[in-house]
């Protein structure tokens, strides 16, 4: 078969310097249309739950409250992930644009980028952005302004009821879920929050219509998508890529000739082995054949020289230690699989307790409060299934 | 009054006294004085008049939020995934030379600190670290040392 070239595509760093106009158009339709048009381009969050934007715009449109919020999320915390940082230093205006139109249409008259600490050194840089914006609302008629809010460090403030408690001077803490922010978001109220990518790409869609977005990507999978590449390629850094390719094409073009695995989606993701590679599609869950990955767009390639074992066990000290510690099958259970694996390997348990470990990543499944926890069954379960040796010996 | 209470009446002014504005002070007395002291996490509380406990709480969820003194400049190197594959270890080993220190400890000069910290999101150009706010990535360990050297100058130059 011929190699299929991934198509690379410059939607979201082309620098559109037609913003205001493109603000200015926007601006004389409708908030029906509005919404309209963002349920039709089928844009789906960029921040890892893939959950449609258009409705969650519309969703926040219908609450009833006199304040509400806008916030973008910028706190960029998965490993493997650094596309958000770039988009917020070469095209800034167009999240600020995606957040205009949502305050528009929401009636939101505040907002916050709320950024990782790590991140700080882009403050200067986006506060002089924000200036320029604040007269471009003000010349629109928008009562709408934007402040920067800085993170210190702290992987889960960026699942978003944990951000919104880090913002009002807590713990980040995961809320319970409902209410959700389109109803108690900030302060208790309905709050749009949105992921920089997310908000970037409503810019194309205001520019060039819904049905340009439509065209790209596949089936449930709409648009293009951020990758930020990193690990054993010749190739690292941030493309744009459109959604539905698999994992087989991605390594085509990005492996360094000798892939044995790749990780789509940071630490929270899955491992893909070698022998997964055709089978597996990266895109949101729905009508894609075979398996099928949402991604924040984090990808990590490994080549033979990698021990697996190595990769998995930085994973779970990296949940251990991010783990808010608010519930017992997270805090506990994180703990427990750093141990065990390490017990396997040094030959104090079985290896059949392998299985037992992974019994326990099905009940944090179940029981964890937050994605955080939920999540460290992914790449857990992937890794262990596909490399038990390497678990062992 | 003392610095510390002249610090965080100066905070609370730029910031506010609501609970909102917490986190943005205790920012601000890291980047005074690199650590948030228990003295200033109860005059933190009198101001914004909430318990202590509840700044504390706060205060110590955070990793960028030290507790504990630390030197005038925080290198916190990137220990996650690929970093970790793309040479960590000798970075950490070229820091821990050039200061005599080891992980975790600060210079007897209060000067500096070694840290490890999770993903700093530069993984195409690992690897990476902050000292304080200020990123380097691609790193070597001469190039370590040579960071090293400018800030050890940097630090003589501010006494001039
Ligand atoms: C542990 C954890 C960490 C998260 N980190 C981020 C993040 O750094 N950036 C982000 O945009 N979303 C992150 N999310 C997802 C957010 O909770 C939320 O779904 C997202 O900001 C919504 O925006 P979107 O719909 O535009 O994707 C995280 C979720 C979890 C569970
Ligand atoms: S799953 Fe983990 S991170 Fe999430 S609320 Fe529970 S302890 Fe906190």
Redesign the pocket.
Known sequence: MAKKQLRRMDLIFANDDDYVEILQRTFKSSNEDIIDEMISSGL????????P?GL?WKLTAESTSKKKYVIC??????PG?FK?REILTQVPYKVLTGMAVCAKVTGATEGFIYL?GEYKFLVPLLEKELKRFRIICKDLGLDFKVNIFLGSGA??C??????MESMEGKRGE?RNKPPFPTDSGYMGKPTV???????AHTFTIFKYGAEKFRDLGVQDSRGSKLFSVSGDTPNPGIYELELGMTVQDFVDDFSDGDCKAVQVGGA?GFLVPRKRFNETAIGYQGKLTGISLPT?GSMMLFNSSRSMYNVLNNYLEFFQE?SCGQCTPCRVGCQQLVRGIDAVKRGQKPAAYLDKLLKLTDTMKVTAK???GQ?VANSFQSIVENFREEMIY | MTDTQTLVKELVNKHGNRRESLLPILQGIITNNRYISEYAMMEIANELDISRSEVYGTATFYSFLDTKPKGKYVIRVCKTITCSMKGKNQILLALEDCLKIKLNETTPDKKFTILETNCLGWCHKAPAMLINDDVFTELTPEMVHQIIEDYKKKGIQEKA
């Open positions: 789906k969050g960029r921040g890892g739950a893939g959950f934007t969650k999320n910028a706190d960029e915390g998965e992930t958000d990782r992987y889960i960026g699942e978003e009821s944990a951000l995961p929050i949105n992921n920089v990518e997310t908000l929270s924040g991010e937050c994605g955080l999540s």
